[in-house]
């Protein structure tokens, strides 16, 4: 029975694994689409679709699916999306960004409002918390691309503007402007990345203590799950204490 619990466990694990696998390539596939409905399908004269390209290479998006995406762009059904950002408080204070994709307003508006209320936050007016933030470029690199100098080197070659090395790898930091051309430089230089991705990082951050820490990571939670939702961002910090509880339950 004990080897019987332990493979459901294990198939447990897997089918949540392929889950949020599959919902990413989604993401990523609306990206694509989005880009290439909004601008030529050729990512040598479209940044915005080179870099979703780049960023769904990245999460080892299959080709296929890369192509898939961008043809249905140019059917004469494809969804019309557009990119959406929303701003507000997380219990504590705490500043959130949600970017979104969304073929409906009203309906991606309500499910983010009502995440927010349900975990005890209230959302805002667009620009509300993200002068909180620096929308910057960052390329992550797994350790054995190169030394961290030869990673340095090609990141100041590629125009970024820092590089930071340990054992879990190298992460490169560039302008949201630059970060299509410094991504393709350095796969020139270092080979394919970890991923690529355009991020709000926190200049100001807010420490948090256990309880508001559970509430915020469980809003986080619920809108990543919703589909309209392509990232989230938040300026809290707790401790390594409270963290190892919150990873431990």
């Known amino acids: 029975m004990a080897g019987h619990s332990q493979f459901k466990n294990i198939m ?16 990523l596939a609306r990206e694509i689409t989005m880009a290439a409905k909004n ?3 050729d990512p040598t004269m479209n940044p915005k679709l ?6 769904a290479r990245a999460e080892n998006m299959p080709k296929d699916n890369i192509e898939r995406a961008i043809k249905k ?3 004469a059904d494809a969804d019309t999306f557009e990119s959406v950002r929303y701003e507000g408080y997380a219990p504590g204070g705490v500043a959130v960004i949600v970017e979104a994709l969304t073929d ?4 991606t508006g309500a499910a983010v409002r009502a995440a927010f209320s349900k975990h005890g936050g209230n959302l805002g007016a667009t620009g509300a918390v993200s002068h909180m933030f620096d929308h910057v470029g960052e390329i992550r690199y797994k350790a054995e691309a190169g030394s961290p100098d030869d990673v340095l080197e090609a990141a100041i070659e590629a125009g970024a503007d820092d590089a930071v090395s340990d054992d879990s790898g190298h992460l490169i930091t560039c ?7 410094a991504a393709a430089a350095l796969e020139e230089k270092l ?3 970890a991923s690529v991705k355009a991020v709000w990082r926190p200049n100001l951050s807010t420490e948090v203590d256990e309880e508001r820490a559970d509430s915020i990571l469980k809003l986080i939670a619920t809108l990543e799950d919703d589909d309209d939702v392509q ?3 938040a300026n809290f910090d707790v401790s390594d204490e409270v963290m190892r509880k919150l990873t431990a339950a």
Do not use: M, W
């Open 104 to 107: 409906n307003r009203n309906r």
């Open 191 to 193: 080979g394919a990345p």
């Open 50 to 55: 080179r870099l979703a390209i780049q960023a």
């Open 231 to 233: 990232s989230v961002y």
């Open 73 to 75: 762009a140019q059917g």
């Open 175 to 181: 302008t949201f402007e630059n970060l299509g051309s």
């Open 12 to 27: 447990h694990r897997k089918g949540k694994q392929d889950a949020a696998r599959a919902k990413a390539f989604t993401k």
């Open 39 to 41: 601008g030529t399908p």
